[in-house]
């Protein structure tokens, strides 16, 4: 499986970013997709997932309310719409992908339970 992190680049707060991720290969083994985010001297830490087939969602408690994600199967294709942006969301992006199906959504936050991961996309956020 790869995967392909676009659409990020620098905006002013309050704005607005859809960051993008393609996925490829065996596509079928994809079971979820998520969007992780790491800032300058800070650890990497979990944004949203979706599931593949029935488009569950999970958020971090920051970004509810102005993130959304979701998927466009036949495009294999995940978004992250980002609104109203803060200072504090500036990051590189990376998205990721799990071939394993979790039967309690608190597996989808933690990076180690993903097998794939894309190149990342930087967002900048200024005041």
């Known amino acids: 499986v790869q995967l392909q992190a676009s659409g990020g680049g620098l905006v002013q707060v309050g704005g607005s970013l859809r960051l993008s991720c393609g996925v490829s290969?065996?596509?079928?083994?994809?079971?979820?997709v998520g969007w992780f985010r790491q800032a300058p001297g800070k650890e990497r830490e979990f944004v949203a997932a979706?599931?593949?087939?029935?488009?569950?969602?999970y958020y971090e408690d920051p970004v509810k309310g102005r993130f959304t994600i979701s998927r466009d199967n036949a495009k294999n294709t995940v978004y992250l719409q980002m609104n109203s942006l803060k200072p504090e969301d500036t990051a590189v992006y990376y998205c990721?992908?799990?071939?394993?199906?979790?039967?309690?959504?608190?597996?989808?936050?933690?990076?180690?339970?993903?097998?794939?991961w894309g190149q990342g996309t930087l967002v900048t956020v200024s005041s």
């Open positions: 979706i599931t593949w087939s029935n488009g569950n969602t």
């Open positions: 290969g065996r596509t079928f083994s994809t079971y979820a």
């Open positions: 990721a992908a799990t071939t394993k199906m979790y039967y309690s959504g608190k597996y989808y936050y933690s990076p180690g339970n993903y097998d794939y």
